[in-house]
Nanobody, 115 residues
Framework: HVQLAESGGGLVQAGGSLRLSCVAS????????MAWFRQAPGKQRELVAT???????NYAGAVKGRFTISRDNAKNTVWLQMNSLKPEDTAVYYC?????????WGQGTQVTVSS
C-alpha cells in the first residue's frame, strides 16, 4: 500500500505563488499516472493536472499556463508549482496515484488565496 503525503499549502495573496509537494512512501516509478485534484467548499473534487511515468502532462483549462506539474521518481515526489494564483484557486489540494488496479490518495493540503 502506497501512502501519499502532501505539503506546501498555505495562505497567499492573489497573484502569488505556492509549490505543493507530494511525497510517496515508496518508489513511484511503477505508478503510471500521478495527479493533483482539488476540492473547493461546496463543490465536487476536480482534476487539476496529471503527469505520466513518461513525463506527459495534462492540465485543466482553468490552470493551464499558470500551474506546472512535475515528478522525480528517484525522490518519490510530485510537485505542483502554482503561479498567478487567484481567489478561485482556493481549495484543498489532493495528490493521487493511479496504476490499475490501484488508486492512492493523499490527505490533502489547504490552499487559500486572498483577494
Amino acid at each position: 500500500h502506497v501512502q501519499l503525503a502532501e505539503s506546501g499549502g498555505g495562505l497567499v495573496q492573489a497573484g502569488g505563488s505556492l509549490r505543493l509537494s507530494c511525497v510517496a512512501s515508496t518508489n513511484i516509478f511503477s505508478i503510471n499516472t500521478m495527479a493533483w485534484f482539488r476540492q473547493a467548499p461546496g463543490k465536487q473534487r476536480e482534476l487539476v493536472a496529471t503527469i505520466t511515468s513518461g513525463g506527459s502532462t495534462n492540465y485543466a483549462g482553468a490552470v493551464k499556463g499558470r500551474f506546472t506539474i512535475s515528478r522525480d521518481n528517484a525522490k518519490n515526489t510530485v510537485w505542483l508549482q502554482m503561479n498567478s494564483l487567484k481567489p478561485e484557486d482556493t481549495a484543498v489540494y489532493y495528490c493521487r496515484g493511479l496504476s490499475f488496479p490501484y488508486d492512492y490518495w493523499g490527505q490533502g493540503t489547504q490552499v487559500t488565496v486572498s483577494s
